[in-house]
């Protein structure tokens, strides 16, 4: 029986080639779009799951409140782990991991920039599963001052020779053996180290709990849960931490969270992991599923359309004995058969469109996708097409009475022509949705781009200056580039607006009452060229002096936010005290300025509160240049700097585009959501085609008829346009509301955002109406233009 549903299936689709081919390319356009949808969402979800023990690990988040003002951050103080392990027994095992951001390495004497260099403990191989090429996982970072590097650092570094046993200088200084080579990183993990340090002797301040500097992961027994963790920690807080918090009003919290949510579920500053969002993984998901239910619709509303076409085959299959099941059975027989179809297209072109995915999206999906849960899926996918698309067609079908229809009584129903309606309407409501969604998100990523920051970033270059004996040579290096004619300014500081490299720290300060109270504040350190040079206006006071002495050791600056957060009325003289060790003892300081306030990293974070310290000794030069002849001046800039630091490379990048990158990954995101948002048009565009081809055949009579009494083919054109075009109108009433709503939710995230302007959504409704007439125009043209006499006559 399968098999003579199978035989009829495959034949009705040949005898139909224009519904089928249209039924095809809207399944195959949604299964393919929903697979690719399906391995993004996969991938994200797998992060960290190569490491056999993920379950059991956990990081240390820190939750603190100084005063008002809280902050959450997925650090804690250093001693936490060796604490719980050795004193309280509670945990296994544990490894701290600090990223160390960009260094310089040395190699003979070539120098690297390099980014992904972390410092860790020899704990680091027992806890993660990070494969080790060479060397030994128990003693490659157990005594000081060594090195693991990846396979691609040491091809790099060593390209001629083996990397184990060699020496580097890491900011050009301090001298690392190589003992060990891992593997790269693999892509889908939170922690993607080129390079590991072994902590080996204590930095400074390592050994104090009021300095919160390691990320710390925890590794908890097989029957050990983090609610049970938690309570020991709170005694450990109070036994060592509280004393501490408690002379400055402040306390904190200590909170677990599983490794596997530390890509998609974290929202911390100061996270140097590779965060993901869980939010966008629902998005997705949703988008994944319309477009599937989209591609039924559409075979849906086709189905039923030519149901007057199909009535005398139902007859005469009645007629002939068949049973309503079996007539069921037959149509969604035939719809499974063009998911099978679609789904053999769609598995050749997800293949073919993985790696162009992937450079869309960044990521590492694999072409050999196919797998046992791949495959269950896929089945599913197939029963849920041929199921939802076939349902209502073969149910509908099936109650055709026979001796009406032989009779030549027409089947059709109200019920299912507003089903029809019903059907459009929800299609374009959800590809409305996306679209004007799309926009939206469009918008935003503009508005971000474009806005005032309160700082000129225009023809301005960052340069690191690594190590100590460098930044020494950093007035020579100043004097020097600013005999160049091509360049207007030269400054430094610890704390460049897009880098991030501003730090946060308890701080003594005056209120509005003349009280000395604690608070935790933003503050960066800079020279008395930092601002001129970033064209940032001084509001109030003065800039640091270099003939004032003192102004290093006494004197701070502050933006407005500060004045308002503190009630200044006058915020000239007010003091700070900062505290310089773990006994409390403070370095005060006076305000002598008030800059505007400036955005220091992205926008999606309010300006805060900064204080701002003088030193001479940054780690980031800043460089403003003229904008005439920017290539040559640029060929200088790297001569001058070649001929003071004479023992680096010179690297430089342009603090616009610093800014620019911390919007990438959402950039991206919005990509994949266009592009997807387009094939939802599409597929509800090619339905539309279909309904409008059928609309047409019908209408044959009546259209030559009013062409015989005198209709033009404008009218006749808008007849068979208005019916759709009201539909779409319909949807919009349906959709922008929902996205309206939605996207207001999702611009709340942001801490400067637009408003969700009506010309989004006017754009929207034009595109779609635009491209939906384009659709209809085809079918509406050619039974416009047709010969009336040729249709009056057929039967």
Same mark, same amino acid.
């Given at each position: ?101 960009? $260094? ?128 020991? $920690? ?50 997705? /998901? ?59 297209? /769609? ?116 340069? *690191? ?38 730090? $946060? ?48 050791? /006494? ?198 955002? $637009? ?18 007439? *384009? ?21």
């Amino acid at each position: 029986m399968l098999r003579n549903y199978i035989t009829i299936a495959i034949r009705n689709i040949q005898n139909s080639p224009v519904y089928s081919t249209i039924n095809v390319i809207g399944l195959t356009i949604g299964i393919v779009s929903s697979l690719l949808l399906y391995l993004y969402v996969d991938f994200e979800k797998s992060y960290d799951s190569f490491h056999s023990n993920m379950e059991n690990i956990y990081r240390v988040t820190t939750k603190a409140n100084v005063q008002d003002t809280e902050f959450h951050v997925p650090l804690a103080p250093s001693l936490v782990g060796s604490t719980l392990k050795n004193e309280y027994g509670i945990i296994e095992n544990f490894v701290r991991v600090t990223s160390r951001g960009e $260094m310089l390495i040395a190699v003979d004497e070539n120098y690297f920039y390099e980014n992904d260099i972390m410092q860790t403990d020899s704990s680091f191989f027992e806890v993660f599963d990070f494969e080790l090429l060479e060397g030994n996982k128990a003693s490659c970072l157990s005594e000081p001052n060594t090195m693991v590097i990846s396979k691609t650092l040491a091809e790099k570094w060593f390209p001629n020779v083996s990397a184990i046993g060699q020496s580097v200088k890491t900011d050009g200084e301090d001298t690392k053996i190589i003992t060990a080579i891992m593997a790269d990183p693999k892509i889908n993990s939170s922690i993607r180290a080129h390079g590991l340090m072994s902590y080996g002797t204590n930095t400074p301040g390592q050994d104090s709990w009021g300095n919160m500097n390691d990320q710390i992961y925890l590794v908890l027994s097989e029957d050990s849960e983090a609610s049970e963790i938690l309570p020991i $920690m709170g005694q450990m807080y109070d036994k060592y931490m509280a004393p501490i918090y408690d002379q400055f009003g402040a306390s904190a919290e200590f909170f677990l969270q599983p490794l596997a949510e530390v890509h998609l579920y974290s929202n911390f500053d100061m996270d140097f992991g590779a965060e993901g969002d869980i939010s966008y993984l629902y998005i997705f /998901s949703a988008i994944g599923f319309f477009m599937l239910l989209i591609a039924c619709i559409n075979y849906m509303n086709l189905a039923t359309a030519r149901s007057v076409s199909r009535s005398k085959e139902v007859g005469i299959r009645k007629a002939m004995g068949s049973y309503k099941t079996q007539l069921m059975s037959q149509f969604v027989t035939e719809s499974i058969v063009i998911a099978f179809i679609s789904l053999g297209i /769609s598995l050749i072109l997800t293949f073919f469109l993985i790696p162009h995915f992937n450079e869309l999206t960044n990521l590492s999906i694999d072409q050999n996708f196919i797998n046992l849960k791949m495959l269950m899926i896929l089945f599913a996918v197939v029963l849920f097409v041929g199921l939802v698309g076939g349902s209502y067609p073969a149910f509908y079908l099936s109650r055709f009475k026979a001796a009406e229809v032989l009779k030549g009584k027409s089947q059709k129903s109200k019920g299912n022509e507003s089903l029809r309606k019903v059907l459009v309407v929800a299609q374009f409501a959800i590809s409305l949705g996306m679209v004007v969604s799309t926009w939206i998100v469009f918008d935003q990523l503009e508005f971000l781009r474009t806005k005032e920051l309160g700082f000129n970033r225009e023809q301005v270059i960052t340069v *690191a200056l690594e190590g100590e004996k460098v930044r020494e040579k950093l007035d020579v290096l100043s004097q020097k580039l600013l005999q160049n004619p091509n360049v207007e300014s030269v400054g430094s500081g610890f704390g460049v607006p897009g880098t991030n490299t501003m730090s $946060m720290s308890g701080i003594r300060v005056e209120s509005a009452d003349g009280l000395m109270i604690e608070k935790i504040f933003q503050n960066i350190t800079v020279d008395n060229q930092y601002f001129s040079t970033l064209e940032i206006p001084i509001v109030e006071g003065r800039n640091f002096l270099p003939e004032i002495g003192n102004d290093t050791a /006494s004197s701070v600056m502050v933006n407005e936010e500060m004045v308002r957060e503190m009630g200044w009325v006058n915020p000239i003289g007010k003091k700070f005290a900062r505290f310089i060790n773990d006994d409390l003892e403070t370095q005060e300081f006076t305000v002598v300025g008030v800059v505007r306030d400036y955005h220091l990293i992205s926008l999606q974070e309010p300006i805060a509160p900064l204080v701002v310290y003088n030193d001479i000794n940054n780690g980031q030069m800043i460089v403003r240049l003229k904008a005439d002849k920017l290539s040559s001046t640029m060929m200088e800039v790297e001569e001058i700097f070649k001929s003071v630091v004479t023992n680096r490379p010179f690297e430089y990048a342009f603090l616009d585009q610093g800014f620019q990158q911390q919007y990438v990954a959402d950039e991206k995101r919005g990509e994949v959501f266009a592009i997807f948002s387009m094939l939802t048009i599409a597929i509800a565009c090619l339905g539309l085609f279909g309904l409008a081809s059928y609309t047409a055949e019908t209408k044959r009579k009546e259209i030559g008829i009013r062409k015989v009494v005198g209709a033009s083919v404008i009218t006749i054109i808008i007849m068979m346009s208005k019916d759709f075009l009201k539909l779409i109108i319909l949807s919009m009433i349906v959709a922008f509301p929902i996205a309206y709503y939605f996207m207001d939710q999702w611009l709340e995230d942001f801490a400067y955002a $637009m408003e969700p302007s009506w010309t989004s959504f006017a754009l929207s409704a034009v595109f779609t109406l635009v491209i939906a007439f *384009a659709t209809v125009l085809y079918h509406s043209l050619k039974s416009a233009v047709a010969n009336p006499s040729s249709a009056i006559r057929d039967n």
